[in-house]
């Protein structure tokens, strides 16, 4: 059986959890979110504890059933506290320039990308060559992070371009002098 499916998922104060049509919605201080599950697992509340089970051992009910668990988790984890991403440019001339909801990424280019940030996402340039993305979803901030780090992704030669905080390249030697 799932581990993870197995989880019980305690509901944290001030978070409001309501199962109507297949459907979890969860409010929270941050805000609210909402997602559809399979008619193949059922989602329940017991004593302020979320439990999934699946109905069937078929093969797509085994995948769902840690998936959903981990997505219920994941939306409570967001509007109660949040998820941020933060990215770092490394690189001669390379760099982040937030203004109002578009930023400006300087990634050795002609010319200088401008990229929108959607309405539920916050970005924030601590210097200009650190951005951090936050927001309530999850999948949201990571896919947006993941679009700004394709713009100029890290090379192993030099190390430069676009890189998530604290992620380590591995470095290639390159050519050697005969």
Do not use: C, W
Not at 1 to 20: C, D, F, N, W, Y
Not at 22 to 37: F, I, Q
Not at 50 to 76: D, S
Not at 151 to 172: L, N
Request: hydrophobic share 35%; glycine share 8%.
């Amino acid at each position: 059986m799932s581990r993870i499916g197995k989880r019980e998922l305690i509901i944290p104060e001030g978070v409001t959890l309501t199962i109507a049509d297949n459907k979890v919605t969860v409010k929270g201080p941050k805000g609210e979110l909402s997602m559809t599950y399979s008619h193949l697992i059922t989602v329940e509340v017991v004593d302020n504890k979320v439990i999934t089970k699946r109905l069937n051992e078929t093969k797509n009910a085994k995948q769902l059933h840690g998936t959903t668990n981990a997505l219920i988790k994941n939306m409570i984890v967001g509007v109660t506290e949040g998820y941020t991403k933060d990215l770092e440019a490394v690189g001669v001339g390379y760099r982040f320039n937030v203004a109002g909801n578009k930023i400006t990424v300087n990634a050795g280019y002609s010319h200088p990308v401008i990229v929108e940030v959607p309405s539920d996402l916050k970005a924030e340039s601590k210097s200009n060559t650190e951005l951090s993305i936050s927001g309530i979803d999850k999948q949201r901030v990571t896919e947006f992070a993941a679009n700004i780090r394709k713009i100029r992704q890290p090379e192993p030669y030099k190390g430069k371009g676009i890189r998530y905080k604290g992620e380590h390249i591995r470095r290639k030697e390159g050519k050697k002098a005969a």
